[in-house]
């Protein structure tokens, strides 16, 4: 029954996507269709040009799985149903360039720490494979300011990374530390209370994140938080973002939400706030900088903000929790005696205190490794362009997937193992000065720390990667103390719901385009006595 639904589902996907000219049926990765992709014409070309693009057509195309019925389809729902197996399968298979379906159109993957290093010094620029490949829907609501759709070449693009190194700076993380620890403490305040209240009632943790998070990252992008009404928009916004096209009160959902938050971001950025404000950093980056002068780029970049990394935040806190019950809860205290020392020389909400906290990164790190939050952001380019002897063919959706290096063994000691350890160098060998395990008895110490570029990439490679890494990391950091401070330890609780399992290794998740535990995915915490 289970296999009909998603056959059907598939052929819906399917008819839609042919419909609107998002793929097209037959063409094993050669010319992808694409609303808005151009191809170059070859009657422009010099001879050395139509020469090598000659040879260039010559070449194999990336190893795939052998063609047969429906195989688009086939291997699309297999993606969607649990992409981390998928790729990693693929990976096993064919090696660390392959190519696919994903999303019902040809896509060609790459992962593993050469492959990427090679793509990223050598092809991806020069081969121009900058352009989005997401779909029309979300490159409309994205809007065209956001950098998911610009050419990593354009000016807009560049003066967005300017702005991005600005407010997801060193100093800017400082600034935000106050709020964000606040926030954390306000949550985990009421957090208690309820579970004190009723320690058999379930937490459904997952919708609790996703506002917590919005909220944060409002109340630092824009000086206020949200009212119930914009937290609801917000999640409008997000679900139309990936909508099919035949999905139209989803996508209608999120055009009206996308232009009530852009009128009211507006509205905040003109109260200009006062000095000390932790959104003075956005605001007063955008003030100073060339190209910033467009009201709608202002407040659309404001919402992009807001928007950009609270499913990602809520992935990494809900999956920490997880890993930590799944692989290892020795994890709770050892991470709790580590914050409480800590507290004895500064205070939790100055920046200076998250900086070190080396198993509390450790534990997150891994968590990030086992149960990846999703794969790189889709590019392609309007030429044929070769890589590693392959022909990728012009609008094929190229992505660099982390996920392949991830549980390599040869970056990744006994890489089925949650390790924390692998993340951080002892006091001893920072002092003599090496990054090894050789003088820490500690077979995976610092291993890494060292594993060197294009090794360790969850928010994405390349041109377009994610600038939010470190704020994230900090307020998973902040939740991860404040919990295991709180709780001597949690359970997956059952009862009625798709995400309700004891089992931690059973726990449903969603999988696309962010992996995190489903919204019913219930959590029983056991109140620490000294909290």
Known sequence: MKLGIELFLGVLFLISFVANGLVVIGNHGRTPARTGRKFPSTNLYSSSVVEETG?????PLPPSRKKGPFRGIRESISHLSNNQRFVRKRAEELGDVFLTNVFFQPTVVIGGKEA???????????AKVINGGFPDTFKELHTKWGTLNLD????????????????????????????????????????????????????KLVPELKELSLQIFSKI???????????????????????????????????????SLKKEMLARFKKC???????????????????WEDEDRICSMMVLLIWGAYIECTSLMANSLVAIQKYDPSYIDIVRIEVHAAAEGKSP???????????????LRESLRLIPTGGGSPRYSNEDFEFRGYRIPAGTVVIMDPRIGNTDPKLFKSPEEFKPTRWWVGKQ??????????????????????LGFGSWFPGGFGAHQCPGIP??????????????????????AAGKGNGATKAPDKVKFVEVPIKHPTDDFGVKFSLRKDA
Do not use: H
């Open 55 to 59: 040879r260039i057509q010559s070449l």
């Open 116 to 126: 990427i290093q090679e793509f990223v010094s050598g092809t991806e620029l020069k």
């Open 152 to 203: 990593a070449n354009d000016e807009v693009f560049k003066e967005a990374r300017e702005m991005f190194a600005n407010v997801f700076g060193q100093e800017s993380l400082k600034e935000y530390t106050p709020v964000l620890y606040r926030e954390m403490e306000l949550y985990m305040e009421d957090l208690k209370a309820r579970v004190q209240a009723n320690p058999e009632e379930p937490i």
């Open 221 to 259: 992008f824009s000086g206020e938080p949200l009212t119930k009404e914009q937290v609801q928009m917000f999640d409008d916004y997000n679900d139309a973002l990936l909508a099919l096209p035949f999905q139209k009160k989803k996508v209608n959902r999120g055009k009206y939400a996308l232009e």
């Open 273 to 291: 706030p006062v000095e000390g404000d932790p959104s003075n950093s956005y605001f007063q980056a955008v003030k100073n900088q060339k190209g």
């Open 349 to 363: 909400s100055e920046f200076g205190f998250w900086s070190g906290l080396g198993n509390t990164l450790g534990v």
């Open 429 to 450: 060998q920072q002092d003599e000065g090496e990054s090894s395990s050789s003088s820490s008895g500690c077979p995976f110490q610092g291993t890494a720390l060292k």
């Open 471 to 492: 704020l994230a990391e900090l307020i998973a950091k902040i939740f991860l103390a404040k919990t295991v401070e709180a709780f001597d330890g949690w359970s997956f």
